[in-house]
């Protein structure tokens, strides 16, 4: 009589089931790693596209403005003011927008940054992640998309309600509320960042939560500070809608805070929109003083960054 716990050729039945189960195993996840890998693949390949897209951009820009822009650069271009008929295509330069450029992202820097620094620490002491917290992180957010025209706008207005002309104050004043969603956010994820416990050594120790905000996280924090504030201002130097309204524009170097200013964004549009072709190709090189500018805030903030890191406690 044929034993029914035994297959043919006498391999345990429940030897072989357990045999045809792992085969099947195996080819599932022989299965699901192809797919997996497959999966992979496909995302790889998009991220290199959009990589090569923004690569090949970025190096277009650059091609367009050097080429452009570097035959008409002179010391004379960054080193005067504009002359008699400088916009009809006679001498002078630019050097009232390269100056008046530095006023405007440097007043409007410094005042963002007067008021983005409490806003993180308290954001990160007392608020965390409450309700309230993510309430003021959704409002900067919103307010990091408006775009820069619109605070232009506002500041129009503003200055019409309490009587003002367009000045270096007024443009300072917009420009530092364009900048103080970007370099509040950039802040706030920068500090969320810091070790936990390094915060809890320090409560234990019995520090108030406004020591160890003053004390340790912004020691802590110190590089990813500065390289917020050092993006906000290269955003504030290369924006022009926010300035167009509020600014204004003069040939001159300002002197005074009530007095309008030039800005390097204007004079690049200015120049560009112009019928004379010597004075567009002015606007190309500009632009690449602008763009070098940006670079070198840029350059300049990863090169601090990582130089105070050192100093850091990972």
Do not use: C
Not at 28 to 55: G, N, S
Not at 124 to 153: F, H, Q, T
């Amino acid at each position: 009589m044929k034993n029914n716990n035994y297959a043919q050729g006498g391999v345990p039945a429940a030897a072989s089931a357990e045999d045809g189960g792992r085969s099947n195993r195996i080819k599932f996840q022989k299965k699901h790693f192809e797919r997996r890998h497959i999966v992979e693949l496909f995302i790889k390949t998009i991220m290199r596209i959009a990589l090569l897209i923004v690569a090949g951009a970025l190096g277009l820009i650059l091609w367009t403005i050097i080429s452009r822009g570097l035959p008409s650069l002179s010391w004379e271009m960054v080193s005067q003011v504009p002359k008699g008929g400088y916009y009809m295509g006679k001498g002078g330069g630019i050097l009232n927008a390269i100056i008046g450029s530095a006023y405007l992202a440097t007043g409007g820097t410094f005042l963002a940054m007067l008021l983005s620094v409490p806003i993180a620490l308290y954001l990160k002491a007392y608020l965390g992640k409450s309700r309230w917290g993510e309430y003021v992180r959704l409002s900067l957010d919103v307010l990091w998309g408006i775009p820069s025209i619109v605070y232009g706008a506002f500041g129009f207005a503003l200055m019409i309600l309490l009587g003002m002309r367009a000045s270096l104050l007024a443009g300072i004043i917009v420009l530092a509320l364009v900048e103080l969603p970007i370099m509040t956010r950039a802040m706030d994820e920068v500090i969320r960042r810091m070790p936990a416990d390094l915060e809890h050594a320090a409560l234990a120790l019995g520090s108030t939560k406004f020591e160890v905000a003053l004390n340790v996280v912004t020691r802590q924090m110190l590089p990813g500070i500065i390289t917020a504030i050092l993006l906000a201002f290269g955003r504030g130097i290369g924006d022009a809608a926010s300035v167009l309204f509020t600014a204004g524009y003069t040939d001159r170097i300002t002197t005074s805070l009530m007095n309008p200013t030039a800005s390097l964004p204007l004079a690049v549009f200015f120049q560009l929109g112009s019928p004379y072709p010597e004075v567009r190709e002015r606007g190309y090189a500009a632009a690449l003083i602008l763009t070098i500018i940006v670079l070198l805030v840029s350059f300049g903030s990863r090169w601090l960054s990582a130089r105070l890191n050192r100093y850091t406690i990972k």
